[in-house]
Structures are given as C-alpha cells and as structure tokens.
C-alpha cells in the first residue's frame, strides 16, 4: 500500500492559535501537510496563514465543549493534535472541561473517524492524585487519549519558553514594575523547555517516527530552581530586585486574596500579577522529568533531539525590558 504524501494529509490542529500553536504549525507546514486549525476564534487565527502557501492553513470554528463542533474539526482528518489547555479557570472554561471532558470530546471524535494518530498535549505534573485541579485534569486528558485512540501519544512538556512566553516574559514584566518579587516556590525546581523543540516532537508524532501509545516527558537540558530562573531573568534585564521566599500557608492566602480582587475587578487584575491556590499547589511540586522517562528513553533524547539551552534563547527576546530596550549599549543577545 503506497505511503501518502504529507501534501495530500490534513492534520487538525486544537488549540492551533496559541503559544505552543503556532510553532506546531509552523512545523508542520514546513513538511508539506495541509492545516486545519480548530479554535472558538478563527477569525482571531488570520495571523498563522504566512506561515504557509496559499491553501495549506484554515481555520475552522470548535469549542471543545461542544462535542458536535469537535466531530465536525476532526471529520477527514489523518491526524489530530490537542494542545488545547489553560492555566486559570475563567467562567465556563474550566479544568475539566477543557483538559478533562474536552480532550475526552477529541478522542471520541477521533475513534469516531478512524483517526488513529492522535497527539495529546499535557504537561509535568499531571497526576489523577495531584493536589492542584490543573494536574488532575491532565491526568483525566491523557487516560481519555490513550483508552480511546491506543496508539495515542501524549507529550508531558515542562514550562515552555520563546519569544511569546507567559513564564520568563511575566517575571520580566514584573521586575520592571516591582522592586520586591515574592517568589512562591522558590526552590520548586524546573527543567524549561524551548517551544520549538516541543513542536518538533509534535511534528514527529505525526510522520508517525514516535512510537505511540507512551507517554513522553520533555525537559530542557538544564535544571533550576524558581529562584536561580528569575534571578537570571534580573541579571539579563539588568534589573537589581530582591527576590523574596514566600512560604506557602502565606502564599495560599496571598492567592486567595488576588482571586477575590480579580472576582471584583471582572477579570481587569494584570496577567503579571494574577496567582491562584491552584498554582500554588502546583509550584508544591518539582516540575522536572521523571528517572522513570529518562532510563526508558521517553524524552528529548530519546526521540533524537538534542534540547536548546535557556541561554541560546532567552536573552533574544527579554532584551526589551532594559531601561533602554533595543537602545541599550549591551543588549542580551546582541
């Protein structure tokens, strides 16, 4: 049976307009496959069409919560990718209906079709008896991924970094405007990942050169702390700030006090300065790869990829937050 060519396979991609979203399509169009990419907002998805020739990218409407829109993206598809997630609960886009039921709703549409190959997105930490809702509803993702499509292959990324991060663009932005950082979970440790080498593991899984039905953790070459990450972030913006532990009884109460301002400012609280009870949770626990994923070959290297370096990326794009930006005389990266 002849093998078909990427140009003549439609890949739907959840979630295609996000952060990691655009780098899997980017990498995907690069190896010749058309793109439909499935968000509530296709309107708002205009902006990936550069990335590719005329005809190869499109986006179509689908809210994971309503299945019927789900089966519609899903419908003449080869393959499928979900990277659909959040990190705070916003009105009806909660935990488990975008992780959970939502990713359930995927795979369902996907047995549906007869779509074998099927890419889940979670994430470190996902775990059924994690005490942060955000793990649990990962964990319920994945379960769904891998009962209704088997040969299913579910990446575990670490926090993300590139140019359109929220993690090292957030500290950034507050060291600009803070000169104290409470630091919650100052010794968490964490291993980043660049986004474009998760995107590459995506791709990979879809040319079908990733065994499926596993479940990949994916980390960066480096491990560090929450403190030595944002203590890098201050010396790369040339930013002198104190970096204060916060223990977390005190942190829990912190959080539970920002979620009742940003309840009664209807959501208007900066980005930079929202924190939940369930991120505290979450920052509870190290976000690195498991030994389990490293001595089975379930990760970066496993796959072939050797991973880039915080340093190799960072600085290009945190270079803005100096005093004087790009008119800085040593600007990072420059």
Same mark, same amino acid.
């Given at each position: 049976m002849a093998t078909q060519s990427p140009s003549s396979q439609l890949i739907t991609v959840f979630g295609g307009s996000g952060f990691l979203g655009r780098h899997v399509?980017? $990498?995907?169009?690069?190896?010749?496959?058309?793109?439909?990419?499935?968000?509530?907002? @296709? =309107?708002?998805?205009?902006?990936?069409?550069?990335?590719?020739?005329?005809?190869?990218?499109?986006?179509?409407?689908?809210?994971?919560?309503? @299945? =019927?829109?789900? !089966?519609? $993206?899903?419908?003449?598809? =080869?393959?499928?990718?979900?990277?659909?997630?959040?990190?705070?609960?916003?009105?009806?886009q909660s935990f488990a209906s975008v992780q959970a039921n939502g990713a359930r709703a995927v795979a369902q549409a996907c047995a549906a079709h007869g779509v074998t190959k099927l890419v889940q997105i979670s994430a470190i930490g996902a775990d059924r008896e994690s005490a942060s809702a955000y793990g649990r509803s990962k964990a319920e993702g994945e379960t769904a991924a891998l009962d209704l499509v088997p040969c299913a292959v579910v990446l575990r990324p670490s926090i993300m970094f590139g140019p359109e991060d929220t993690f090292f663009n957030r500290f950034a932005s507050l060291a600009r405007m803070l000169p104290v950082l409470p630091l919650v979970g100052a010794e968490t440790r964490f291993q980043p990942a660049f986004v474009g080498d998760v995107a590459e593991v995506v791709a990979r899984a879809v040319e079908g050169s990733i065994q499926g039905g596993r479940i990949y953790e994916l980390g960066g070459p480096e491990v560090k702390t929450l403190h030595e990450l944002v203590s890098y972030v201050c010396e790369i913006t040339d930013r002198s700030r104190v970096l204060a532990k916060l223990p977390f009884p005190l942190a829990r109460l912190q959080?539970?006090?920002?979620?009742i301002v940003n309840a009664l400012t209807l959501g208007l609280l900066p980005a930079e300065l929202r924190l939940t009870r369930d991120q505290v949770? !979450?920052?509870?626990? =190290?976000?690195?790869?498991? $030994?389990?994923?490293?001595?089975?070959?379930r990760g970066f290297e496993g796959i072939g990829i050797s991973p880039v370096s915080i340093e190799a990326v960072v600085p290009s794009y945190l270079w803005r937050f100096r005093k004087t930006g790009q008119f800085d005389t040593a600007r990072a990266g420059g």
């Amino acid at each position: 049976m002849a093998t078909q060519s990427p140009s003549s396979q439609l890949i739907t991609v959840f979630g295609g307009s996000g952060f990691l979203g655009r780098h899997v399509v980017r $990498a995907l169009v690069k190896r010749g496959y058309r793109v439909r990419v499935a968000v509530r907002r @296709p =309107d708002l998805a205009g902006f990936l069409q550069p990335l590719g020739v005329v005809g190869q990218i499109h986006g179509v409407q689908a809210n994971l919560r309503y @299945p =019927d829109s789900v !089966m519609a $993206a899903v419908k003449g598809a =080869d393959a499928v990718v979900n990277l659909a997630g959040i990190l705070q609960e916003s009105g009806r886009q909660s935990f488990a209906s975008v992780q959970a039921n939502g990713a359930r709703a995927v795979a369902q549409a996907c047995a549906a079709h007869g779509v074998t190959k099927l890419v889940q997105i979670s994430a470190i930490g996902a775990d059924r008896e994690s005490a942060s809702a955000y793990g649990r509803s990962k964990a319920e993702g994945e379960t769904a991924a891998l009962d209704l499509v088997p040969c299913a292959v579910v990446l575990r990324p670490s926090i993300m970094f590139g140019p359109e991060d929220t993690f090292f663009n957030r500290f950034a932005s507050l060291a600009r405007m803070l000169p104290v950082l409470p630091l919650v979970g100052a010794e968490t440790r964490f291993q980043p990942a660049f986004v474009g080498d998760v995107a590459e593991v995506v791709a990979r899984a879809v040319e079908g050169s990733i065994q499926g039905g596993r479940i990949y953790e994916l980390g960066g070459p480096e491990v560090k702390t929450l403190h030595e990450l944002v203590s890098y972030v201050c010396e790369i913006t040339d930013r002198s700030r104190v970096l204060a532990k916060l223990p977390f009884p005190l942190a829990r109460l912190q959080a539970r006090v920002l979620e009742i301002v940003n309840a009664l400012t209807l959501g208007l609280l900066p980005a930079e300065l929202r924190l939940t009870r369930d991120q505290v949770a !979450m920052l509870e626990s =190290d976000n690195v790869v498991s $030994a389990a994923a490293k001595a089975e070959g379930r990760g970066f290297e496993g796959i072939g990829i050797s991973p880039v370096s915080i340093e190799a990326v960072v600085p290009s794009y945190l270079w803005r937050f100096r005093k004087t930006g790009q008119f800085d005389t040593a600007r990072a990266g420059g």
